[in-house]
């Protein structure tokens, strides 16, 4: 007879994998549908920014990437955000550091926070991780924002191409990085160099947001060209740089879906919401809507089924009143500083001189950067 769950989750990434440890803390039966990738020799590139809410949520289910026994640390936390626009005749730059003892956010290397995550899903006897769908009450779909569950339950997902392609590389530098995250905004591209390795770490993520033309012709380069072209166009910041690995990229959008929810259907994460990375929060926004879809869930009348539609859209307008402030700064911002119109230099550099002589606005947005912590259920 098959085996009939509780929850089944589509999808087995870091929203997945933390949903399904949640409820799985309230004894719910969980079918985590994780398909298998073939094994990939290059070395992964990918880093996340995790915010205070994000290691509050990740530490209540100790699944925060321990140190490891050797090499360099999994985990480095950023205490200093520099942004600069660096025109040659009227350079402009700002800077704000973290409140004392709790850093802006952390940068996490994805594997690690990987491992950590399927070795506590595998030691969790109500979680089965499973190749296929299950017959569940409830079906949560986190596939990412090309989810095909999605699409075939009729879900309505709205997408706004942005001209630019985000190249991703990891760069060893010949100067520490400080725990310094550095942004440049350069004739509307948007250079982001990400510290790795710990606080005094030569190593650092590249998220390079440019024209999809560009964006080719970077992809193209020998590694030691992308490195130097990094290097010049952050004005040798960290001095010389080697890249490592090879460099990836993909196209960028703003992405949501009208409705999030139907009768025993939720999304959650990239199938439900996708925007731009210059404000490093794409993850983060995913893990809240796990956080709150389990506290929904927990808190749910004890007569009231997991599928009940009335009890979803309870998920549903918490977190589209907040995703959708989000998209819309991180559209605005993009709309800022993502063109190379010269009126729009022009006022991204008042406003970072202004931003840069104003304490109260840099602790308050220090704080904002930090996010909100909220108990989980």
């Known amino acids: 007879m098959t085996k009939q769950y509780d929850v089944a989750i589509l999808g087995g990434g870091v929203v997945g994998h933390v949903l399904a440890l949640l409820l799985a803390r309230d004894r719910l039966r969980v079918g985590l549908v994780r398909h298998a990738t073939p094994p990939s020799s290059a070395p992964d590139i990918r880093a996340y920014a995790l915010n205070a809410a994000s290691r509050a949520l990740l530490d209540t289910l100790r699944v925060w990437p321990p140190a490891p026994a050797e090499g360099p640390p999994s985990v480095t936390p950023v205490h200093s955000i520099w942004v600069a626009e660096p025109q040659p005749d009227d350079p402009a730059s700002a800077r704000f550091d973290a409140p004392p003892l709790q850093p802006l956010s952390w940068i996490v290397d994805v594997p690690a926070l990987e491992a950590t995550l399927a070795q506590a899903v595998a030691f969790q006897p109500g979680i089965d991780v499973l190749a296929e769908r299950p017959k569940a009450h409830l079906t949560v779909i986190c596939e990412g924002k090309r989810s095909r569950s999605r699409d075939q339950a ?107 929810v139907q009768p025993g259907l939720a999304l959650a994460g990239d199938a439900a919401h996708a925007m731009h990375p210059l404000a490093g929060q794409g993850l983060n926004v995913g893990l809240a809507d796990a956080a709150e879809l389990a506290r929904v869930l927990h808190e749910r009348e004890y007569w009231r089924p997991l599928g009940d539609l009335k009890l979803l859209r309870r998920y549903e307008r918490a977190r589209q009143a907040h995703v959708s402030a989000l998209s819309w700064a991180t559209d605005s911002l993009f709309g800022l500083f993502g063109h190379d119109d010269s009126r729009l230099q022009v006022l991204r550099r008042w406003g970072l001189r202004g931003f840069d002589r104003l304490a109260w606005l840099k602790q308050w947005t220090a704080q904002q950067a930090a996010g909100n912590t909220r108990p989980v259920a």
């Open 154 to 260: 009729g879900f309505d997902y709205d997408v706004k191409p942005y001209p630019q392609t985000a190249v991703a590389a990891r760069l060893r530098t010949e100067r520490p990085h400080g725990g310094v995250a550095r942004q440049w905004f350069i004739d509307g591209h948007i250079l982001a160099l990400l510290p790795l390795e710990g606080e005094s770490g030569h190593a650092v993520a590249l998220v390079w947001s440019v024209p999809h033309a560009k964006a080719a012709e970077l992809l193209a380069l020998p590694p030691e060209g992308l490195a130097r072209a990094v290097t010049e166009a952050c004005d040798h910041a960290l001095g010389a740089m080697q890249t490592e690995g090879q460099a990836a990229g993909w196209p960028l959008e703003l992405s949501r879906a009208r409705r999030w």
